[in-house]
């Protein structure tokens, strides 16, 4: 299966639009239950307004929920926004931090994010746990019914090689976002149906 993936699937990357760690770090905390699609057509005013984590730490939540109104939770996601940009300043000297546990105590960074910023930005081999990687792993049989996405985190860990963790993350949410989706599937043209354990069970 995955050589499958390595073959017909060679550059898997994430779809969020970014040029810094810390636009990145602002995009995958508005991605939250909301679409990649959505955060790109917001970002890019939010970028211009608030360049850095200086500015952003001056902003209040009410003048960047503005800016993200159309995004998923834009209350909360603006407090956190603020916060986190308040708390770079005040902990990490304006700078994104690259440990994933020093990641996790910013408002907004839970592991899923902090995995995605320690493998996308800084380059360490883990394992970002999303919905849809949730999903897809337990379909097609990489996890056996983990019931968290921690627990699938960890099993992942285990049965993927670790030089491929972090692209095996894109591999998952790129197929869960269009093949493998939440309904609708589309088993039809998936390559890696021949290893689905969701489509040998329906077999059944």
């Known amino acids: 299966m995955i050589g499958w993936f390595q ?33 790109n057509m917001v970002t890019p005013a939010l970028f211009e307004a608030y360049p850095t984590a200086e500015k952003l730490a001056k902003a209040l939540p009410e003048d960047i929920y503005e ?37 996790q105590k910013l408002p907004g960074v839970g592991r899923k994010t902090a995995n995605v910023m320690a493998s996308v930005v800084f380059d360490k081999q ?21 019931k ?3 627990a699938t985190e960890k ?10 963790l972090s692209k095996a993350h894109h591999w998952l949410i790129l197929h869960g976002r269009y093949v493998c989706t939440a309904r609708n599937q589309k088993c039809d043209s998936c390559g890696i149906l021949f290893w689905c354990k969701l489509a ?5």
């Open 7 to 39: 073959e017909n699937v060679p550059v898997a990357e994430t779809e969020l639009h970014y040029n810094n760690p810390f636009q990145l770090l602002i995009s995958v905390i508005l991605s939250a239950q909301c679409t990649d699609k959505r955060v």
């Open 67 to 103: 800016y993200i109104k159309s995004i998923s939770y834009p209350n909360n996601k603006s407090k956190h926004l603020v916060g986190m940009a308040q708390m770079l300043e005040n902990d990490f000297n304006g700078m994104v931090p690259p440990d994933i546990d020093m990641l």
């Open 126 to 146: 883990a394992m970002a746990v999303d919905t849809h990687v949730f999903r897809v792993a337990n379909r097609i049989g990489l996890t056996t019914n983990s």
């Open 148 to 150: 968290t996405p921690l």
């Open 155 to 164: 099993e992942l860990v285990r049965n993927i090689p670790v030089a491929l």
């Open 200 to 204: 040998a069970n329906t077999k059944k």
